[in-house]
Protein backbone atom coordinates (compact mmCIF):
# COMPACT_ATOMS: atom_id res chain seq x y z
CA UNK A 1 0.00 0.00 0.00
CA UNK A 2 1.69 2.92 -1.16
CA UNK A 3 -0.66 5.69 -0.54
CA UNK A 4 -1.25 4.38 3.19
CA UNK A 5 -2.03 6.67 5.83
CA UNK A 6 -0.85 5.75 9.39
CA UNK A 7 -2.12 7.59 12.85
CA UNK A 8 -1.17 6.44 16.42
CA UNK A 9 -1.92 7.50 19.54
CA UNK A 10 -0.65 6.60 23.07
CA UNK A 11 -3.70 6.83 25.38
CA UNK A 12 -4.58 6.12 29.56
CA UNK A 13 -7.49 3.56 30.43
CA UNK A 14 -9.16 5.98 32.31
CA UNK A 15 -12.81 4.00 33.00
CA UNK A 16 -13.00 1.91 36.42
CA UNK A 17 -13.08 -1.83 35.18
CA UNK A 18 -10.88 -1.00 31.89
CA UNK A 19 -11.31 -3.13 29.14
CA UNK A 20 -13.13 -5.81 29.96
CA UNK A 21 -15.96 -7.30 27.53
CA UNK A 22 -18.63 -4.70 27.41
CA UNK A 23 -16.11 -1.92 26.70
CA UNK A 24 -14.20 -4.44 24.20
CA UNK A 25 -17.38 -5.00 22.56
CA UNK A 26 -17.89 -1.23 21.85
CA UNK A 27 -14.24 -0.91 20.79
CA UNK A 28 -14.53 -3.49 18.67
CA UNK A 29 -18.13 -2.03 17.22
CA UNK A 30 -16.45 1.33 16.53
CA UNK A 31 -13.14 -0.45 14.18
CA UNK A 32 -15.49 -1.91 11.93
CA UNK A 33 -16.95 1.05 11.02
CA UNK A 34 -13.92 1.89 9.50
CA UNK A 35 -11.48 0.59 6.40
CA UNK A 36 -8.04 0.73 8.28
CA UNK A 37 -6.35 -1.93 9.98
CA UNK A 38 -6.54 -0.53 13.94
CA UNK A 39 -4.19 -2.42 15.98
CA UNK A 40 -4.69 -1.52 19.69
CA UNK A 41 -0.83 -2.72 22.60
CA UNK A 42 -1.11 -3.04 26.27
CA UNK A 43 0.01 -4.58 28.86
CA UNK A 44 0.15 -8.39 26.93
CA UNK A 45 0.66 -7.65 23.47
CA UNK A 46 -1.34 -6.37 20.68
CA UNK A 47 -4.91 -6.88 19.40
CA UNK A 48 -6.72 -6.73 16.42
CA UNK A 49 -9.32 -3.75 17.29
CA UNK A 50 -12.14 -5.53 15.58
CA UNK A 51 -12.24 -8.22 17.56
CA UNK A 52 -13.56 -8.17 21.49
CA UNK A 53 -11.68 -11.46 22.49
CA UNK A 54 -8.33 -10.19 21.49
CA UNK A 55 -8.99 -7.10 22.66
CA UNK A 56 -10.14 -8.20 26.26
CA UNK A 57 -6.90 -10.75 26.14
CA UNK A 58 -4.73 -7.20 26.66
CA UNK A 59 -4.95 -7.35 30.14
CA UNK A 60 -5.35 -3.44 30.07
CA UNK A 61 -7.64 -2.57 33.32
CA UNK A 62 -7.89 1.32 34.52
CA UNK A 63 -4.50 3.36 34.13
CA UNK A 64 -3.27 1.24 31.56
CA UNK A 65 -1.49 2.90 28.55
CA UNK A 66 -2.40 1.57 24.78
CA UNK A 67 -1.06 2.64 22.04
CA UNK A 68 -3.15 2.86 18.99
CA UNK A 69 -2.45 2.02 15.87
CA UNK A 70 -3.97 2.81 12.52
CA UNK A 71 -3.56 2.14 8.84
CA UNK A 72 -5.57 2.77 5.86
CA UNK A 73 -7.25 5.46 4.23
CA UNK A 74 -9.21 6.64 7.40
CA UNK A 75 -6.64 5.83 9.51
CA UNK A 76 -7.00 9.64 10.93
CA UNK A 77 -10.56 9.43 11.85
CA UNK A 78 -10.27 5.80 13.07
CA UNK A 79 -8.33 6.59 15.56
CA UNK A 80 -9.56 10.36 16.51
CA UNK A 81 -12.82 7.66 17.33
CA UNK A 82 -11.31 5.36 18.98
CA UNK A 83 -9.47 7.35 21.12
CA UNK A 84 -12.27 9.62 21.97
CA UNK A 85 -14.29 6.85 22.64
CA UNK A 86 -11.29 5.58 25.37
CA UNK A 87 -10.71 9.38 26.53
CA UNK A 88 -14.91 9.57 27.57
CA UNK A 89 -15.03 6.24 29.15
CA UNK A 90 -17.04 3.89 26.74
CA UNK A 91 -19.90 6.05 27.88
CA UNK A 92 -19.32 4.93 31.28
CA UNK A 93 -18.90 1.46 33.37
Same mark, same amino acid.
Given at each position: MDNENIAEALVELGNRHGLHVRTASIMAKVALQFISTITVSGPKG $???AR $???ALVSLGASRGSQLRIRAAGPDAHDALTAIR???NE???GD
Amino acid at each position: MDNENIAEALVELGNRHGLHVRTASIMAKVALQFISTITVSGPKG $SANAR $SAVALVSLGASRGSQLRIRAAGPDAHDALTAIRTLINEGFGGD
